[in-house]
Each structure stands twice: as C-alpha cells, then as structure tokens.
C-alpha cells in the first residue's frame, strides 16, 4: 500500500496519520475494557447473585427469630454500614485517627509525594521508576 493512498483515508476525516493511529489506539482500549468488563462480569456476578440470595435468607431467618421486621432490621444495618464507614468499630482498641493514626496517614502521604519526586527530578526518572516508587511507597512507607 503506497503512503498516499494510506493517507487519503485520513485526510477525509481530517485526521493527520498521528492522530488517526491515537484514535485507533483509544478505541482499542476502550474495546479491551469493555471485553475485560464483559469478562468480569460473566465470572463474578453468578456467585454475586447467590451471596445475596444467602444473605437474604440469613436476613429473614433472623428477623423471624427475634421477632423484628425486615424494614426495621435494614434500617439498623444502614446505620450499622454508615458507623463502619466513618471508622467506628464496636471493638475498637484505641480511637481510628487519634495522633499516632493520623501522623502514620500524613508521613505515608508525604514520603510517597517526597519519593516520586525525587524519582522524577533525579535523572528525569521513567514512568515505570515512578509509578514502582510510588506503589513501593504505599505499601512500605518506611521505605
């Protein structure tokens, strides 16, 4: 195939031949995401569908053995959820975000920005030493 010929097809949509290879780039990975999602799906939403249907038994069974309603039950565990979410635990052995939490949060935050950084400037640091610093950082901020 000549380089003219090649081209022509992308002058019609206006495209210059770097922006039609980014656009083909783009609908492959959206192809390959909606794919992997299909995929996903097929294997994880079958055994989804049975826990519910495992906790909704589980719901049942015990709303009619202690004599409460099911609409009074999902109130409670709403309310439970919201608790869990903001970080109250009903055997909480010390406070969530007391100093010592909050000073382990911000010096994991701060040496994974200080490392990156460092890996950026030094040597203009690839992509790949970056993003490895910055997953090494937030599983081991000691590091």
């Given amino acids: 195939m000549m380089s003219g010929q090649r081209l022509q097809g992308c002058r019609s949509l206006h495209l210059n031949e770097d922006n039609g290879r980014f656009v083909l780039l783009a609908v492959l990975i959206v192809l390959y995401l909606l794919c992997g999602a299909a995929v996903f799906s097929a294997i994880e939403r079958p055994s989804e569908l049975r826990a519910h249907g495992r906790w909704h ?3 049942l069974n015990f709303s009619e053995t202690f004599n409460i309603s099911l609409q009074e039950l999902n109130s409670f565990l709403r309310e439970y959820e919201a608790a869990i979410a903001t970080g109250i635990r009903a055997d909480a052995l010390r406070p969530r975000w007391d100093f010592t939490g909050a000073f382990y949060f911000v010096g ?18 690839n992509g790949g030493d970056i993003l490895h610093a910055c997953q090494e950082q937030h599983t081991h901020p000691w590091l």
Wanted: aromatic residues 10%.
């Fill in 57 to 59: 038994g589980t719901l």
């Fill in 108 to 125: 994991t935050v701060v040496s994974t920005i200080v490392m990156c950084y460092i890996l950026a400037v030094r040597d203009f640091g």
